[in-house]
Every structure is written in structure tokens, then in C-alpha cells.
T-cell receptor
């Protein structure tokens, strides 16, 4: 089991550019989550998918953020246009339905917007 | 609503014990505990699903007091490898809100 795979590991971009973060969940996990981690705000849930369907996106900060899950093995989080305050570590996590076995997090993408 | 963790930070010597608390203003249905080492992803430790449940994982155990809406994580005879930031996660169903974290440092 390769775990949850995120790419890229690091991304440095200029303000105003589009950024796309990618995630491959563990095979068989039906739930997928995008979290953002900063020193000031900790771990924030951005959006949650269940069986590829977005269930709760109330944590998405602005319309500049969008997420898709076109199939069970791939999800993207897009920021357009990016701003310096978007700089953070973005984690993708997956879990079986029900979550009784906990989340498995990917290694994260460290985004720096300059 | 984000659960509240205490203390925010703790420094231990190897072999000492520690308790980390997690409190919620909302009714708790389940509590997750995770550990995150610097520069790494959070790693799942355990989940508690019903009031009064206690679980153990090596020398790390946890309790869940549904009535008091709180959970505690107990680290016994701490080892250097226990260093990291501990997060509790609470929520209904599969969606978790994480506390602010407790930074634990174990020194030789």
C-alpha cells in the first residue's frame, strides 16, 4: 500500500498564478479530505468528498479555491489566482467510509506564494 | 467548533508521564488522536467511539468522557520518539475538526 500520494511536495509561485495540487487516495478509501495547515490557524478542513461527491465545502476560504474528484483515485485542489496569504501546507487525507479507522494523511504540499 | 487542547506545550524528561486534554463545547460522538512530527504528516494513533471507552497503544492510552465532552491522552514512561505535536479531532460522522495541538518535547 503506497499510502496517500500528493504532488508536488513543494510549490513556489508568484502571486496571481494558478496553482493545482494533486492527491491520490488509498485504494478502497471512500472519503477524501483536503486540509490546510498554518501556524496561525492550525489544521483547517477545506473540503470533504464521499464517494467522489463533495459533501461539505464550507471550509473553502474563497471562490479562488476549487476542488474536484473526477474518480475514486484522483482529486485536485486549485487556487486561482493565488495570493501570499494562501501560503501553507496543504494535506490530503483519505479514510474508509465511517472513519472508524482514522485518516491516512499524505505527505503534504508546501505552497509558497511570493 | 474547534476542540480546545491543553496544555499547549509540555517538556518532559525520558521516562516521565504526561496527560493531554481535549475539550469540546459540542456533544462528542468520537474522538481521534494524531501525532505529527516536525515536517511530516499527522499520523493516526487511535479513535474512541463511545463514552467511557479507553484504548491503549504501546504506552500511549486515551479515555473518552462523553458526559464531560472531553478526552485525555496519557503518555506513560515517555520515550524520545514521543516528541511531536499531538492533535485531537472531533466531529460527527466522518468529518473532523482538529484542536490547536499540544507540542510535546521529550529530552534525554
Amino acid at each position: 500500500d503506497a499510502g496517500v500520494i500528493q504532488s508536488p511536495r513543494h510549490e513556489v509561485t508568484e502571486m496571481g498564478q494558478e496553482v493545482t495540487l494533486r492527491c491520490k487516495p488509498i485504494s478502497g478509501h471512500n472519503s477524501l479530505f483536503w486540509y490546510r495547515q498554518t501556524m496561525m490557524r492550525g489544521l483547517e478542513l477545506l473540503i470533504y468528498f464521499n464517494n467522489n461527491v463533495p459533501i461539505d465545502d464550507s471550509g473553502m476560504p474563497e471562490d479562488r479555491f476549487s476542488a474536484k474528484m473526477p474518480n475514486a483515485s484522483f482529486s485536485t485542489l486549485k487556487i486561482q489566482p493565488s495570493e501570499p496569504r494562501d501560503s501553507a501546507v496543504y494535506f490530503c487525507a483519505s479514510s474508509p467510509v465511517g472513519g472508524n479507522r482514522g485518516y491516512t494523511f499524505g505527505s503534504g504540499t508546501r505552497l509558497t506564494v511570493v | 467548533q474547534q476542540p480546545v487542547q491543553s496544555p499547549q506545550a509540555v517538556i518532559l524528561r525520558e521516562g516521565e508521564d504526561a496527560v493531554i486534554n481535549c475539550s469540546s463545547s459540542k456533544a462528542l460522538y468520537s474522538v481521534h488522536w494524531y501525532r505529527q512530527k516536525h515536517g511530516e504528516a499527522p499520523v493516526f494513533l487511535m479513535i474512541l467511539l463511545k463514552g467511557g471507552e479507553q484504548k491503549g497503544h504501546d504506552k500511549i492510552s486515551a479515555s473518552f468522557n462523553e458526559k464531560k465532552q472531553q478526552s485525555s491522552l496519557y503518555l506513560t514512561a515517555s520515550q524520545l520518539s514521543y516528541s511531536g505535536t499531538y492533535f485531537c479531532g472531533t466531529g460527527a460522522g466522518n468529518m473532523l475538526t482538529f484542536g490547536g495541538g499540544t507540542r510535546l518535547m521529550v529530552k534525554p
